[in-house]
Protein backbone atom coordinates (compact mmCIF):
# COMPACT_ATOMS: atom_id res chain seq x y z
CA UNK A 1 0.00 0.00 0.00
CA UNK A 2 2.78 2.34 0.97
CA UNK A 3 4.07 2.00 -2.89
CA UNK A 4 1.41 2.99 -4.62
CA UNK A 5 0.98 6.03 -2.35
CA UNK A 6 5.06 6.72 -2.79
CA UNK A 7 4.89 6.67 -7.09
CA UNK A 8 2.54 9.15 -7.41
CA UNK A 9 4.80 11.22 -5.05
CA UNK A 10 7.54 10.74 -6.25
CA UNK A 11 6.08 11.81 -9.81
CA UNK A 12 5.04 14.65 -8.30
CA UNK A 13 7.92 15.99 -6.75
CA UNK A 14 9.54 15.40 -10.15
CA UNK A 15 7.46 17.71 -11.28
CA UNK A 16 7.39 20.44 -9.38
CA UNK A 17 11.38 20.02 -9.28
CA UNK A 18 11.37 20.50 -13.38
CA UNK A 19 8.51 23.62 -13.07
CA UNK A 20 10.94 25.26 -10.15
CA UNK A 21 13.63 24.98 -13.40
CA UNK A 22 12.04 25.85 -15.85
CA UNK A 23 10.88 29.15 -13.69
CA UNK A 24 14.52 29.79 -12.80
CA UNK A 25 15.64 29.73 -16.52
CA UNK A 26 12.71 32.22 -17.70
CA UNK A 27 13.63 34.72 -14.45
CA UNK A 28 17.44 34.48 -15.58
CA UNK A 29 16.91 34.90 -19.68
CA UNK A 30 14.64 37.81 -18.74
CA UNK A 31 17.29 39.40 -15.85
CA UNK A 32 19.73 39.05 -18.78
CA UNK A 33 18.15 40.28 -21.62
CA UNK A 34 16.87 43.77 -19.53
CA UNK A 35 19.97 44.27 -17.38
CA UNK A 36 22.94 42.70 -19.48
CA UNK A 37 21.70 44.12 -22.82
CA UNK A 38 22.75 47.75 -23.74
CA UNK A 39 20.08 47.75 -26.92
CA UNK A 40 17.12 48.08 -24.51
CA UNK A 41 16.48 51.89 -25.21
CA UNK A 42 13.24 53.23 -22.47
CA UNK A 43 11.80 49.24 -22.14
CA UNK A 44 12.19 48.83 -26.23
CA UNK A 45 14.68 46.32 -27.56
CA UNK A 46 16.79 47.61 -30.62
CA UNK A 47 19.20 45.18 -32.72
CA UNK A 48 22.48 46.03 -31.58
CA UNK A 49 22.81 49.87 -32.12
CA UNK A 50 20.45 49.92 -35.06
CA UNK A 51 16.99 50.57 -34.95
CA UNK A 52 14.90 48.84 -37.91
CA UNK A 53 12.24 51.94 -37.79
CA UNK A 54 14.86 54.61 -38.54
CA UNK A 55 16.89 52.65 -40.47
CA UNK A 56 20.52 53.71 -38.55
CA UNK A 57 23.01 51.32 -39.69
CA UNK A 58 25.93 50.28 -37.30
CA UNK A 59 28.36 52.91 -39.24
CA UNK A 60 25.67 55.61 -38.43
CA UNK A 61 25.80 54.71 -34.51
CA UNK A 62 29.69 54.21 -34.40
CA UNK A 63 29.85 58.07 -35.98
CA UNK A 64 27.39 59.26 -33.20
CA UNK A 65 28.56 57.43 -30.32
CA UNK A 66 32.21 58.80 -31.34
CA UNK A 67 30.99 62.47 -32.05
CA UNK A 68 29.55 62.23 -28.67
CA UNK A 69 32.78 61.50 -26.58
CA UNK A 70 34.43 63.85 -29.15
CA UNK A 71 31.75 66.48 -28.44
CA UNK A 72 31.89 66.02 -24.48
CA UNK A 73 36.23 66.26 -24.80
CA UNK A 74 35.93 69.85 -26.67
CA UNK A 75 33.28 70.70 -23.86
CA UNK A 76 35.19 69.88 -21.07
CA UNK A 77 38.75 71.04 -22.16
CA UNK A 78 36.73 74.61 -22.81
CA UNK A 79 35.99 74.93 -19.34
CA UNK A 80 39.61 74.19 -18.21
CA UNK A 81 40.97 76.69 -20.60
CA UNK A 82 38.35 79.39 -19.73
CA UNK A 83 40.46 79.46 -16.48
CA UNK A 84 43.76 78.40 -16.41
CA UNK A 85 44.79 80.07 -20.28
CA UNK A 86 46.81 82.96 -20.05
CA UNK A 87 45.93 84.24 -23.58
CA UNK A 88 42.57 86.78 -24.42
CA UNK A 89 43.27 84.68 -27.65
CA UNK A 90 43.18 81.29 -26.04
CA UNK A 91 40.17 81.84 -23.59
CA UNK A 92 37.90 83.33 -26.62
CA UNK A 93 38.73 80.26 -28.91
CA UNK A 94 37.51 78.39 -25.40
CA UNK A 95 34.26 80.44 -24.84
CA UNK A 96 33.36 79.83 -28.72
CA UNK A 97 34.39 76.29 -28.60
CA UNK A 98 32.07 75.59 -25.03
CA UNK A 99 28.83 77.65 -27.05
CA UNK A 100 29.07 75.42 -30.43
CA UNK A 101 29.89 72.29 -28.77
CA UNK A 102 27.10 72.29 -25.98
CA UNK A 103 24.91 73.30 -28.67
CA UNK A 104 26.26 70.73 -30.95
CA UNK A 105 26.04 67.93 -28.45
CA UNK A 106 22.37 68.46 -27.47
CA UNK A 107 21.11 68.47 -31.06
CA UNK A 108 23.17 65.21 -31.27
CA UNK A 109 21.70 63.55 -28.32
CA UNK A 110 18.28 64.37 -29.15
CA UNK A 111 19.07 63.23 -32.74
CA UNK A 112 20.77 59.83 -31.03
CA UNK A 113 17.20 59.51 -29.03
CA UNK A 114 15.35 59.66 -31.85
CA UNK A 115 17.42 57.14 -33.54
CA UNK A 116 17.04 54.60 -30.68
CA UNK A 117 21.26 54.87 -30.36
CA UNK A 118 22.85 54.98 -26.93
CA UNK A 119 25.59 57.57 -26.77
CA UNK A 120 28.22 57.96 -23.68
CA UNK A 121 27.01 60.38 -21.11
CA UNK A 122 30.63 60.71 -20.05
CA UNK A 123 34.20 59.91 -21.15
CA UNK A 124 36.78 57.29 -21.39
CA UNK A 125 38.94 56.80 -18.11
CA UNK A 126 42.20 57.87 -20.88
CA UNK A 127 40.66 61.16 -21.40
CA UNK A 128 39.56 61.78 -17.89
CA UNK A 129 43.09 61.62 -17.08
CA UNK A 130 44.45 63.37 -20.02
CA UNK A 131 41.66 66.50 -18.36
CA UNK A 132 43.04 65.94 -15.32
CA UNK A 133 46.66 66.61 -16.28
CA UNK A 134 45.40 69.68 -18.21
CA UNK A 135 43.97 71.04 -14.79
CA UNK A 136 47.56 71.13 -13.43
CA UNK A 137 48.64 73.70 -16.41
CA UNK A 138 48.45 77.27 -16.65
CA UNK A 139 50.12 80.08 -18.73
CA UNK A 140 51.90 79.65 -21.97
CA UNK A 141 52.36 75.85 -21.39
CA UNK A 142 48.46 75.39 -21.00
CA UNK A 143 48.10 77.64 -24.02
CA UNK A 144 50.62 75.91 -26.12
CA UNK A 145 49.17 72.28 -25.06
CA UNK A 146 45.24 73.37 -25.52
CA UNK A 147 45.64 74.56 -29.09
CA UNK A 148 47.79 72.27 -30.65
CA UNK A 149 45.24 69.59 -29.20
CA UNK A 150 42.57 71.51 -30.77
CA UNK A 151 44.41 71.28 -33.87
CA UNK A 152 44.80 67.51 -33.56
CA UNK A 153 41.66 66.86 -32.16
CA UNK A 154 39.72 69.32 -35.14
CA UNK A 155 41.95 67.87 -37.75
CA UNK A 156 40.32 63.90 -36.33
CA UNK A 157 37.01 65.46 -36.04
CA UNK A 158 36.66 66.98 -39.78
CA UNK A 159 37.68 63.27 -40.80
CA UNK A 160 35.07 62.15 -38.66
CA UNK A 161 32.21 63.80 -39.92
CA UNK A 162 32.90 63.73 -43.23
CA UNK A 163 32.12 60.15 -42.77
CA UNK A 164 29.41 60.69 -41.10
CA UNK A 165 28.12 63.03 -44.38
CA UNK A 166 28.17 60.04 -46.29
CA UNK A 167 25.39 57.99 -43.85
CA UNK A 168 22.63 56.37 -45.63
CA UNK A 169 20.67 57.90 -43.11
CA UNK A 170 19.03 61.38 -44.15
CA UNK A 171 18.86 62.96 -40.73
CA UNK A 172 22.59 61.97 -39.47
CA UNK A 173 23.96 63.26 -42.67
CA UNK A 174 22.11 66.78 -42.48
CA UNK A 175 23.61 66.91 -38.90
CA UNK A 176 26.43 66.18 -39.81
CA UNK A 177 27.04 68.08 -43.13
CA UNK A 178 25.64 70.77 -41.21
CA UNK A 179 28.03 71.04 -37.97
CA UNK A 180 30.79 69.76 -40.62
CA UNK A 181 30.58 73.37 -41.37
CA UNK A 182 31.19 74.69 -38.01
CA UNK A 183 34.12 72.55 -37.22
CA UNK A 184 36.24 73.53 -40.12
CA UNK A 185 35.77 76.70 -38.78
CA UNK A 186 36.92 76.09 -35.33
CA UNK A 187 40.11 73.89 -37.14
CA UNK A 188 41.21 77.34 -38.65
CA UNK A 189 40.29 79.48 -36.00
CA UNK A 190 42.85 77.17 -33.99
CA UNK A 191 45.73 76.57 -36.59
CA UNK A 192 45.79 80.69 -37.51
CA UNK A 193 46.43 80.82 -33.18
CA UNK A 194 48.96 78.00 -33.06
CA UNK A 195 50.81 80.19 -35.98
CA UNK A 196 50.17 83.14 -34.14
CA UNK A 197 52.58 81.21 -31.25
CA UNK A 198 55.75 80.58 -32.71
Known sequence: MKKIFLVPAIFAVALSFQACQTADKKSSTTKDSVTGDTSMVNGTHVTGSESTESGVDEAGATFLRKAAVGGIMEVEAAKIAETNAKSQQVKDFAA????????????????????????????????????????????????????????????????????GMESTDAALKTWATENLAIIESHTAMAKKIVSNMK
Not at 120 to 149: C, I, R, S, V, W
Open 96 to 163: KMLTDHTKANASLKALAIDKKVITPDGLPAEDEMHLAEMKKMTGDAFDKHYMNMMVTDHDKTVALFKQ
